[in-house]
């Protein structure tokens, strides 16, 4: 099993900036992804961006390229979204994701709030 703890969420105005933390605890895999998802009230759950935990590789929704940055510090398994510019439409749930890459199977983070006010 695998434990997603998030933090950083919070209230913050347009052209602000957010950083959000996961740490990842449990077992340990030799290939996956760990990234984010959002959602939106009344939308479905999107991806944000991701890291590949093997090779570094990032990866980027086209609504948050340039504006989102996804890092990791391998030692303390824990990945982050460092959120600038942020827009009213960056408003959502934020959900850590750990994704095996053999199985494609999935591990979620309990959420958090970001609200962002114009």
């Known amino acids: 099993q695998v434990q997603l703890v998030e933090s950083g969420g919070g209230l913050v105005q347009a052209g602000g900036s957010l950083r959000l933390s996961c740490a990842a605890s449990g077992r340990t895999f030799s290939s996956y992804f760990m990234g984010w998802f959002r959602q939106a009230p009344g939308k479905e759950r999107e991806f944000v961006a991701a890291?590949?935990?093997?090779?570094?590789?990032?990866f980027y929704a086209d609504s948050v390229k340039g504006r989102f940055t996804i890092s990791r510090d391998n030692a303390k398994t824990t990945v982050y979204l460092q959120m600038n510019s942020l827009k009213p439409e960056d408003t959502a749930v934020y959900y850590c994701?750990?994704?095996?890459?053999?199985?494609?199977?999935?591990?979620w983070g309990q959420g958090t709030q970001v609200t962002v006010s114009s």
């Open positions: 994701n750990v994704r095996l890459v053999s199985s494609g199977l999935d591990y």
């Open positions: 890291v590949s935990w093997s090779d570094g590789s990032t």
